[in-house]
């Protein structure tokens, strides 16, 4: 029963509610450490820089890979994203479970370089429900949704690639049933 906690990785199409899912989960149990990306994204209304990312420039993040500080790293929709891999060793060597939300090229990396990650693909109850999603979230331009509708057949295409799918029809239930995958409770 007490395996060394592993790496967890929550991916899925832009909108589909990755981190409302975490947002909730991580309000019940404070305890679940979220690794918090870099990006080149401007951030939204609300956004804090070292809670939801780092937002860095292109120079900045440009620097972070040339010396290999980002575990992952992948361009999506126009800007870049990628993982702080110090902090994620640090909580893995403390036997400390730990949760990356981040994007299908980065879960495919993340596969390679961490073969006992585990990898979950959060999928929307229906395309036109993702839609909904991402176009009333009233956060980005058409333009941006629509690259980001995009990229989203792209991803829902690869969910054959992950260990398991959790589709989020009720954020509860999401949240809790990554919970128990995650063997937290
Ligand atoms: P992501 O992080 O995957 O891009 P968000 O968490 O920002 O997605 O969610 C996109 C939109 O969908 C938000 O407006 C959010 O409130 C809504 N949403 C998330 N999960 C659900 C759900 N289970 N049912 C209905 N709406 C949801
Ligand atoms: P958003 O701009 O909506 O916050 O995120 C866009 C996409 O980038 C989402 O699919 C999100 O999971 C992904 N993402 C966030 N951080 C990272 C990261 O560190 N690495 C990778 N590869 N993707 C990330």
């Given at each position: 029963?007490?395996?060394?906690?592993r790496?967890?990785?929550?991916?899925?199409?832009?909108?589909?509610?990755?981190?409302?899912?975490?947002a909730?989960?991580?309000?019940?149990?404070?305890?679940?450490?979220?690794?918090?990306?870099?990006?080149?994204?401007?951030?939204?209304p609300?956004?804090q820089?070292g809670?939801?990312?780092f937002?860095?420039t292109?120079?900045?993040?440009?620097?972070?890979?040339a010396?290999?500080?980002?575990l992952?790293?992948?361009?999506f929709?126009g800007?870049?994203?990628?993982?702080?891999?110090?902090a994620?060793?640090?909580?893995?060597?403390?036997?400390e479970?730990?949760?990356?939300?981040i994007?299908?090229?980065?879960?495919r990396?993340?596969?390679e370089?961490l073969?006992?990650?585990?990898?979950?693909?959060?999928?929307?109850?229906?395309?036109?429900?993702?839609?909904?999603?991402?176009?009333?979230?009233g956060?980005?331009?058409?333009?941006?949704?629509?690259r980001?509708?995009?990229?989203a057949?792209?991803?829902?295409?690869a969910?054959?690639?992950?260990d398991?799918?959790?589709?989020n029809?009720?954020?509860?239930?999401?949240?809790?049933?990554?919970?128990?995958?995650?063997?937290v409770v």
């Open positions: 029963m007490s395996e060394r906690p790496l967890t990785v929550l991916s899925g199409p832009s909108g589909v509610g990755k981190s409302t899912v975490v909730h989960m991580r309000k019940e149990h404070p305890e679940v450490w979220l690794s918090v990306s870099a990006t080149t994204r401007k951030p939204r609300g956004e820089h809670v939801h990312y937002f860095v292109d120079d900045e993040m440009d620097k972070l890979i010396n290999g500080e980002l992952e790293w992948a361009e929709a800007n870049r994203y990628g993982t702080p891999r110090a994620v060793q640090e909580r893995l060597e403390n036997g479970p730990v949760l990356l939300e994007d299908l090229q980065g879960a990396q993340v596969r370089s073969s006992d990650a585990q990898l979950v693909f959060l999928a929307p109850p229906s395309w036109e429900e993702l839609v909904r999603r991402l176009t009333g979230r956060t980005e331009p058409p333009e941006v949704i629509e980001r509708l995009a990229a057949r792209t991803e829902l295409a969910e054959p690639e992950f398991v799918t959790l589709v029809t009720s954020v509860e239930d999401v949240a809790r049933e990554l919970l128990a995958l995650m063997d």
